[in-house]
């Protein structure tokens, strides 16, 4: 997965799972904090990469990533997310803390690790 799916993955995540509204991670395997921001409303989810300038979102199991222009899908099982990034061909799975979350990436075999700002 690329960096910014994956960002996008674990905020949509976070928000779909939480039920709170993401203002931003940290994301410690690039050491920086990104511009992100996710809401969602039961299975409905809108999304903003302020990093890219881009607009994620919709219903599940499937969401939208306008700036790479690919879809993600995404199934929810209790704090944890499963699904497919189609732009990579890779599988990946979520788990979401109280204020982190960290991704697995199938496809690279590596853990990804993300602190959570809450708005």
């Known amino acids: 997965m690329s960096p910014q799916t994956c960002a996008m993955a674990v905020a949509a995540a976070y928000a779909l799972i939480s039920g709170r509204k993401l203002a931003g991670l940290y994301d410690h395997a690039a050491a920086r904090h990104l511009r992100i921001a996710a809401e969602a409303r039961g299975e409905h989810l809108q999304g903003y990469d302020g990093d890219r300038d ?16 690919v879809f993600v899908s995404m199934e929810i099982d209790g704090a944890t997310a499963r699904g497919h990034d189609r732009g990579s061909s890779t599988d990946y799975s979520i788990t979401v803390g109280e204020r982190q979350a960290q991704l697995y990436d199938h496809g690279e075999s590596q853990w990804f690790s993300f602190d959570v700002q809450v708005a």
């Open 54 to 69: 881009a607009r994620f979102g919709g219903t599940l199991p499937e969401i939208y990533d306008a700036g790479s222009k």
